[in-house]
T-cell receptor
Framework: SQKIEQNSEALNIQEGKTATLTCNYT??????LQWYRQDPGRGPVFLLL?????KEKRKERLKVTFDTTLKQSLFHITASQPADSATYLC???????????FGPGTRLSVLP | NAGVTQTPKFQVLKTGQSMTLQCAQD?????MSWYRQDPGMGLRLIHY???????DQGEVPNGYNVSRSTTEDFPLRLLSAAPSQTSVYFC?????????????FGSGTQLSVL
């Protein structure tokens, strides 16, 4: 069955450092993958979409990579700030079900 | 611009009771969906709709019904609530269905079934 794993349930880093979050998927081959941010008590908010042929995409301090051979996406936040503290969800596209399937999320805490 | 609006924000039910979770969007989106979010399990798709009059099942549809009579509204009905349905429910919409579309989420309904 399809499975999505995000590297750890929680990640603590120091302000100013680069945060790297990992999303691994098995038993399917998405052509697209999205990343969302979720704050406590709120719904997820879209951040980035990356296509399988893009390898890397950037938006301000955010960078996403997509390695279809490793079946993995990495999400980087450079020069992290306490305001970046949130849960980050990856969502690979399910070609069969024609929907995005969400991972369990990684809770990032940026410490001042 | 309200986006996706969900009501109520909190609800407590007794086992066997029924209720409807409301979802409305004002962005003229064709695609709407319902997810439930449980600790450690991510968002799981319950039902979705690609347009008025069209609905389909997602990953975990049992115990839930939906209908889509208008483009704006997509209510989720629990026919006979069970403790296993205790969860946070999110409604989401997008302009159309497809891998290129980003989802807009409501703020969620926290449901407890006793």
């Amino acid at each position: 069955s399809q499975k999505i794993e995000q590297n750890s349930e929680a990640l603590n880093i120091q302000e100013g450092k680069t945060a790297t979050l990992t999303c691994n998927y098995t038993n399917y081959s998405p052509a697209y993958l999205q990343w969302y941010r979720q704050d406590p008590g709120r719904g997820p908010v879209f951040l980035l979409l990356i296509r399988e042929n893009e390898k890397e995409k950037r938006k301000e301090r955010l960078k996403v990579t997509f390695d279809t051979t490793l079946k993995q996406s990495l999400f980087h936040i450079t020069a992290s700030q306490p305001a970046d503290s949130a849960t980050y969800l990856c969502a690979p596209w399910d070609n069969y079900g024609q929907n995005f399937v969400f991972g369990p999320g990684t809770r990032l805490s940026v410490l001042p | 611009n309200a986006g996706v609006t969900q009501t109520p924000k909190f609800q407590v039910l007794k086992t066997g009771q029924s209720m409807t979770l409301q979802c409305a969007q004002d962005m003229n989106h064709e695609y709407m969906s319902w997810y439930r979010q449980d600790p450690g399990m991510g968002l799981r798709l319950i039902h979705y709709s690609v347009g008025a009059g069209i609905t389909d099942q997602g990953e975990v549809p049992n115990g839930y019904n939906v209908s889509r009579s208008t483009t704006e509204d997509f209510p989720l009905r629990l026919l006979s609530a069970a403790p296993s349905q205790t969860s946070v429910y999110f409604c989401a919409s997008s302009y159309s269905t497809g891998s290129n579309e980003k989802l807009f989420f409501g703020s969620g309904t926290q449901l407890s079934v006793l």
